[in-house]
């Protein structure tokens, strides 16, 4: 199954003054997690569009808010984002260090 040419994204966490570890996620796992993803927000917003504005007017303020927003549209942007960013080898999409931990995360 696995070839030289596949794409993984490697997570590496380091707490100071201990051993870290280091993970790899095939690119196409993501892949398919942001299409799943994509698919349930698109089914969340047709079962909101079923539902009444309630009365309140907090609760119709949230919920107007949510209706407004397109989650599918945000999923499916994050996903093609990521595509793309998947064609580049040796990129360190995130490198954070905060207090001991260390997280970095990088394609391979």
Known sequence: MWSKSARLLMVRVKVKRRMGFAF??????????????????????????????PREEKARNHLRWVKAISPSGIVAGSHSIIKDLSKY????????????????ISLK
């Open 24 to 53: 790899p996620v095939p690119i196409w796992v993501v892949d398919e997690f942001f299409e799943a993803l994509a698919d349930l927000a698109w089914v969340g917003e047709m079962a909101l569009r079923r539902v009444p504005l």
């Open 89 to 104: 080898k040796g990129l360190d999409v995130v490198d954070v260090e905060a207090g001991d931990v260390r997280v970095k």
